[in-house]
């Protein structure tokens, strides 16, 4: 049975910044796809970041460029999303997802790309 658990989440200031991980158990991690996502109550789950499959290029949304880096260590498993420059707009719930073993992912910002979820981690930033 494939799991994803996220940690690291928490409550930061303004400003801030948080380093979020998942790990992956039940499934070797080497070319999948991989997002972290958030959702705040009342709005649909948004992509944050992702890698696409195969040749791992990444994607980040608007708000998180230049502020969120992904990054993946196949041969532990996980995946890791670093948040700097915190506002409280970033605040929600981060979850993060894997793709099916070999499926060619090219959109990696999209739910539908995803097989495997987490149950998330509350990030909460204050004023």
């Known amino acids: 049975q494939v799991q994803l658990v996220e940690s690291g989440g928490g409550l930061v200031q303004f400003g801030g910044s948080l380093r979020l991980s998942c790990v992956v158990s039940g499934i070797n991690l080497d070319s999948q796809a991989i997002g972290w996502f958030r959702q705040v109550p009342g709005k649909e789950r948004e992509a944050v970041a992702c890698?696409?499959?195969?040749?791992?290029?990444?994607w980040y949304s608007d708000s998180a460029a230049d502020r969120f880096r992904i990054s993946r260590d196949n041969t532990k498993n996980m995946a890791f999303l670093q948040t700097s420059s915190l506002t409280p707009e970033d605040t929600g719930i981060y979850t993060c997802?894997?793709?099916?073993?070999?499926?060619?992912?090219?959109?990696?910002?999209?739910?539908?790309?995803?097989?495997?979820w987490g149950r998330g981690a509350q990030v909460t930033v204050s004023p």
């Open positions: 890698f696409n499959s195969i040749a791992g290029s990444t």
């Open positions: 997802a894997i793709s099916a073993s070999g499926a060619v992912i090219v959109q990696c910002n999209k739910i539908g790309a995803y097989r495997h």
